[in-house]
């Protein structure tokens, strides 16, 4: 049995011609845990985001590494707050030294006393509480504050208190964030293990596909797609590799394949995989691999394709192949909401990393008209709303051609399978595009 052939085997109720999204979801899920990424090399911190970790990061020191102070004021004992004080009650302290950031104070402390401190600076042994310089009232080397202004401990910082030495701070499979970057410096290590790139290649098919700077003719279209992908991949962080166009000639076709299958871990087609198609994309694909051909009950994206295209005798292994819809805005959807996830996965991401983007719940401005049976994903425009839940407009033409509505919209309206239509003021689930495409 093929490998296609088991996974379609696991799943339940598994029909090609009329696949739910989280059956797509599901299965794609079981194709990448196969065809994740293994090879690692070490580089600077200043490359690696968007890198996955190839091994957990381990803390050699403590962060931070000392008591600080969190504000600038004036550091004590906070044992000399009185308990049960009136509300008027102050605290006056002799002012005997001043703590600079990165230079600690080591002078001779007797109670009562208080440190001038700044934001950071190593806490004098034996004091633990920082009490804001705004609510100070300065009188030579006194100063005064109300006692009810704060308790014991405040505005301390713990050493440790964001990281212990020895305690793992970045797991394998994180995905290195500008966040990520600032921790692992914090830690003082110039170099990270990493996960080597997950190599994509990608290529338009079609004769009635136009490549840029050629002439107009009737029937034909630029080629949006190949460059909708490259970004894409591109923001994922995946070495792309990009096979251009390809006619409509099976040679061709198959050469190209077998050269992605060579070059790459993961190919992105689009167009040519609808049942009845003149063209020979998914005649050729059958004839190169092990594929599937779906109907998903989905809007827009209902064609799809996927499946496994071997290597040349030698090079071993296989590639995984996407086969997208022709239509541009079906291939950003299909992309979004399926092909991201799994080639997190094949980036060796961890399972957290790899779900599909959170959904945000907006209310509707608008009525959508949708029957239940298939999931669609409208094309909107969100924004806040004062002191209430956001409000999600539709943005221009939805149809699955109209990249003028995409660039409109900030996310995607996602109407849920068994979801009816939506009326004016309904709460639905919206895909935000922030950080994604």
């Known amino acids: 049995m093929s490998r296609i052939a088991e996974i379609a085997a696991e799943l339940a109720g598994y029909d090609p011609k009329a696949l739910g ?8 899920t079981r194709l990448a845990q196969s065809a994740v990424v293994t090879q690692t090399e070490r580089i600077a911190l200043r490359d690696a985001l968007g890198r ?5 990061i381990v803390s050699p020191v403590s962060v931070p590494p000392h008591d600080n102070s969190a504000m600038d004021g004036f ?3 906070g044992a000399v707050l009185p308990t049960g004080a009136a509300s008027d009650a102050s605290v006056s302290l002799r002012v005997v030294g001043t703590a600079l950031a990165g230079a600690a104070w080591r002078g001779t402390l007797a109670p009562g006393d208080a ?4 934001t950071g600076a190593v806490m004098p042994a034996g004091l633990d509480t920082v009490v804001p310089q705004e609510f100070c009232f300065v009188e030579g080397e006194q100063v005064r504050f109300p006692a009810k202004a704060l308790r014991r401990g405040d505005n301390r910082r713990l050493a440790g208190e964001d990281l212990q030495q020895g305690q793992p701070a970045l797991l394998r499979g994180e995905r290195l964030s500008p966040a990520a970057l600032g921790m692992v410096a914090s830690l003082g290590l110039p170099m990270v293990p990493v996960l080597r790139r997950l190599r994509v290649a990608y290529f338009s098919t079609g004769d009635e596909i136009l490549s840029l700077g050629e002439l107009p003719r009737e029937g034909a279209v630029y080629d949006s ?7 894409l991949l591109t923001r994922l962080g995946c070495e792309v590799i990009d096979l251009g166009l390809v006619r409509d000639d099976p040679a061709a076709l198959a050469d190209t394949l077998r050269r992605a299958a060579t070059e790459a871990d993961a190919i992105i087609t689009s167009g040519g995989v609808s049942v009845g198609e003149a063209d020979h994309t998914r005649a050729v694909m059958q004839q190169q691999g092990d594929m599937a051909f779906w109907r998903v009950a989905m809007r827009p994206g209902r064609p799809m394709a996927v499946g496994l295209i071997p290597r040349p005798r030698g090079a071993g292994g296989t590639a995984v192949l996407f086969g997208l819809p022709g239509n541009p805005v079906a291939v950003m959807v299909t992309f979004l909401a399926f ?8 980036m060796g991401c961890h399972e957290r990393a790899c779900a599909p983007p959170p959904l945000l719940r907006a209310r509707s401005v608008d009525a959508i008209r949708k029957k239940p049976g298939r999931t669609e994903y409208q094309r909107g425009r969100v924004e806040a709303v004062p002191g209430a839940l956001p409000e999600v407009r539709i943005a221009g033409n939805q149809g699955s051609g109209v990249l003028s509505s995409m660039v409109e919209a900030n996310g995607l309206v996602v109407l849920h399978h068994a979801q009816g239509s939506v009326a004016a003021g309904d709460l639905v689930d919206v895909m935000m595009f922030e950080g994604v495409i």
């Open 225 to 231: 797609n190949r460059y909708t992908v490259f970004g």
């Open 115 to 118: 440190v001038k401190i700044m």
């Open 21 to 28: 999204v989280d059956a797509v979801q599901a299965f794609l």
């Open 75 to 77: 550091a004590f004992d």
């Open 339 to 346: 092909v991201r996830p799994a080639l997190l996965r094949m």
């Open 52 to 56: 996955v970790l190839a091994e957990d």
